[in-house]
């Protein structure tokens, strides 16, 4: 026979009301009691019903993720992967499951979304990428659905996760800068992510208060891929002038760079100096290990989860933006040219 909600709060010593507030997440529950009736729930192999749940909280205990585009981008980049555990071990903690949807364009994406919403299907929305003038935040703002934002959008009202991107560029910039690199270029992601802005923006900054040039041609768009880097690598190493260093938006578009370098029997950091972000593993154990800013990509969507279910259930967020801290792990890919020419 099924063990009941009243099976729980009578072996804990609490009404079913309460059991049933723990389940979902009610801010008033202490957490000894919540810490309580889910070990007994356990111990007597509880199961709750999603659905009888529903009918009496009018939630679906569901949020939805927006996975990004291209495709290739969430299988190929660790970035996305552990974004996406962090999301779903906080959801899990919290007794909410992760409906994951994509589309291969802006419409389809704002298709999705849109059924999301108006079919009910989940009671909240995380964005895993923030594009300049997205129709789907748009749209969530106009409809007043719960939403986060791993990134920032500009607009004050919105909730989001985020690292200082600027500081973090301005900080690896400054890195080669202290190693006495003066031609650094830069590789960027897509122009129309704020990420991509904001990172540029870093490295410009950086330039500027160290009086060194900054040259267009030194800089180079691109999506997160490996084929990314390798054609940027290209473009650099044929150009007149070339970097002796260079700032790459993503440890997997670095990855294509040191493929292309190897093939043309160049070598780093020798030929040139590279420094990525989001320190993934393969960064510590590429060849050579790569110089990366670690932005805590696990944090970033334990934190999204976190608080956006924070949001569904009525606490109202001190802050809207939450800056999870980076950090720079000096590796052997960029050179220190001072004691190079000493």
Known sequence: MAVTIKDVAKKAGVSPSTVSRVLSN????SRETTRKVKEIMEEMGYHSNIMARSLVSNKTYTLGMVLPRPAEELFQNQFFA??????????????????????HSEQDELEAVTRLVKGRRVDGIILLQSRKNDPIIVFLK?????????????????????????????????????????????????????????????????????????????????????ESGYRAMSFFMNLPERPTALVVIDDIVTF????????????????????????????????????????????????????????????????????VPHRLFVRESSLNLKRNWS
């Not at 009610?26 to 529950?29: E, F, G, L, N, V």
């Not at 552990?82 to 779903?88: M, P, Q, S, W």
């Not at 370098?261 to 290990?289: M, R, W, Y």
């Open 26 to 29: 009610h801010p008033r529950i």
């Open 142 to 226: 106009k409809e007043e659905f719960p939403f986060i934002l791993i990134g920032h959008y500009g607009d004050d009202d919105i909730l989001c996760v985020d690292n200082d991107n600027i500081q973090a560029s301005f900080d690896a910039t400054m890195h080669l800068i202290s190693q006495g690199h003066e031609r650094i270029g830069f590789v960027s992601g897509p122009p129309n992510l704020t990420v991509s802005q904001d990172r540029l923006e870093g490295y410009r900054k950086a330039l500027a208060e160290n009086g060194l040039r900054m040259l267009s041609e030194w800089i180079v768009e691109g999506e997160f891929l490996q």
């Open 256 to 323: 294509g760079i040191l493929r292309g370098l190897t093939e043309l029997g160049f070598k780093v950091p020798q030929d040139l100096s590279l420094v990525s972000f989001n320190n993934i593993t393969l960064a510590e154990l590429s060849s050579p290990p790569l110089t990366s800013i670690d932005i805590g990509i696990y944090q970033l969507g334990y934190m999204a989860s976190q608080l956006l279910i924070r949001q569904i259930q009525g606490d109202k967020p001190q802050l809207l933006r939450t800056i």
């Open 82 to 103: 552990e974004n996406i555990r962090g999301i779903t071990t906080q959801a899990s903690r919290n007794g909410f499951d992760v409906l994951m949807t994509a589309g």
